[in-house]
Protein backbone atom coordinates (compact mmCIF):
# COMPACT_ATOMS: atom_id res chain seq x y z
CA UNK A 1 0.00 0.00 0.00
CA UNK A 2 1.67 2.94 -1.11
CA UNK A 3 -0.87 5.51 1.33
CA UNK A 4 -0.94 8.08 -1.36
CA UNK A 5 -4.38 8.08 -3.73
CA UNK A 6 -3.70 6.50 -7.26
CA UNK A 7 -5.39 7.96 -10.27
CA UNK A 8 -5.46 6.23 -13.82
CA UNK A 9 -4.71 8.33 -17.12
CA UNK A 10 -8.19 8.00 -17.64
CA UNK A 11 -9.22 9.72 -14.86
CA UNK A 12 -6.28 12.31 -15.06
CA UNK A 13 -7.93 12.53 -18.88
CA UNK A 14 -10.98 13.35 -17.57
CA UNK A 15 -10.19 16.22 -15.31
CA UNK A 16 -8.07 17.80 -18.28
CA UNK A 17 -11.06 17.47 -20.15
CA UNK A 18 -13.11 19.31 -17.84
CA UNK A 19 -10.89 22.08 -17.19
CA UNK A 20 -10.67 20.83 -13.41
CA UNK A 21 -7.95 23.17 -11.33
CA UNK A 22 -5.60 21.02 -10.55
CA UNK A 23 -1.76 20.66 -10.77
CA UNK A 24 -0.74 17.81 -12.97
CA UNK A 25 3.30 17.63 -11.76
CA UNK A 26 5.83 15.41 -14.01
CA UNK A 27 8.78 15.01 -12.31
CA UNK A 28 10.78 13.44 -15.01
CA UNK A 29 13.97 14.69 -16.00
CA UNK A 30 13.83 17.83 -18.42
CA UNK A 31 14.69 15.88 -21.29
CA UNK A 32 12.48 12.92 -21.22
CA UNK A 33 9.41 15.82 -20.40
CA UNK A 34 10.62 17.45 -23.42
CA UNK A 35 10.92 14.34 -25.68
CA UNK A 36 7.11 13.54 -24.84
CA UNK A 37 5.67 15.66 -22.35
CA UNK A 38 1.93 14.56 -21.03
CA UNK A 39 -0.42 17.19 -22.02
CA UNK A 40 -1.19 19.09 -19.48
CA UNK A 41 1.76 18.81 -16.76
CA UNK A 42 4.41 21.31 -15.97
CA UNK A 43 7.63 19.77 -15.56
CA UNK A 44 8.97 19.51 -11.95
CA UNK A 45 12.47 17.21 -12.45
CA UNK A 46 12.61 15.16 -9.32
CA UNK A 47 15.88 16.43 -8.19
CA UNK A 48 14.37 19.86 -8.15
CA UNK A 49 11.25 19.42 -6.51
CA UNK A 50 12.72 19.41 -2.92
CA UNK A 51 13.72 22.60 -3.56
CA UNK A 52 10.33 24.11 -4.20
CA UNK A 53 7.75 21.91 -2.40
CA UNK A 54 7.72 24.15 0.71
CA UNK A 55 7.68 27.18 -1.04
CA UNK A 56 5.11 26.88 -3.42
CA UNK A 57 1.60 27.26 -3.62
CA UNK A 58 -0.06 23.96 -4.88
CA UNK A 59 -3.87 23.58 -5.75
CA UNK A 60 -6.17 21.79 -3.92
CA UNK A 61 -5.66 18.53 -5.61
CA UNK A 62 -1.92 17.47 -6.80
CA UNK A 63 -1.13 14.84 -9.61
CA UNK A 64 1.79 13.55 -9.47
CA UNK A 65 3.38 11.86 -12.80
CA UNK A 66 7.00 9.85 -13.33
CA UNK A 67 7.99 7.52 -15.76
CA UNK A 68 6.41 4.27 -14.60
CA UNK A 69 4.51 5.51 -11.05
CA UNK A 70 6.70 4.24 -8.63
CA UNK A 71 9.07 7.58 -8.04
CA UNK A 72 5.68 9.91 -7.98
CA UNK A 73 4.42 7.91 -5.28
CA UNK A 74 7.53 9.34 -3.30
CA UNK A 75 6.95 12.41 -4.68
CA UNK A 76 3.30 12.23 -3.84
CA UNK A 77 4.25 11.74 -0.35
CA UNK A 78 6.64 14.73 -0.01
CA UNK A 79 4.23 17.46 -1.65
CA UNK A 80 1.41 16.04 0.97
CA UNK A 81 3.52 16.62 3.83
CA UNK A 82 3.98 20.43 2.67
CA UNK A 83 0.29 20.94 0.98
CA UNK A 84 -1.70 20.47 3.65
CA UNK A 85 -4.88 20.62 2.31
CA UNK A 86 -4.30 19.36 -0.88
CA UNK A 87 -5.27 16.01 -1.87
CA UNK A 88 -2.16 14.30 -3.39
CA UNK A 89 -1.84 11.39 -5.87
CA UNK A 90 0.21 9.14 -8.19
CA UNK A 91 -0.63 8.64 -11.43
CA UNK A 92 -0.58 4.94 -11.82
CA UNK A 93 2.16 3.67 -14.20
CA UNK A 94 3.37 7.02 -15.08
CA UNK A 95 4.38 8.20 -18.54
CA UNK A 96 4.10 4.68 -19.84
CA UNK A 97 0.64 4.46 -18.88
CA UNK A 98 -0.22 7.45 -19.85
CA UNK A 99 1.18 6.48 -23.66
CA UNK A 100 -0.46 2.93 -23.82
CA UNK A 101 -3.92 4.58 -22.96
Not at 21 to 27: A, R, S
Amino acid sequence: MSGVDELTPNEVRARLAADAEFDLVDIRDREDFEDAPIDGAENVPVDELEAVVEEREWADEVVVACYVGETSVQAARLIDHYADDAEVASLTGGYEAWDDS
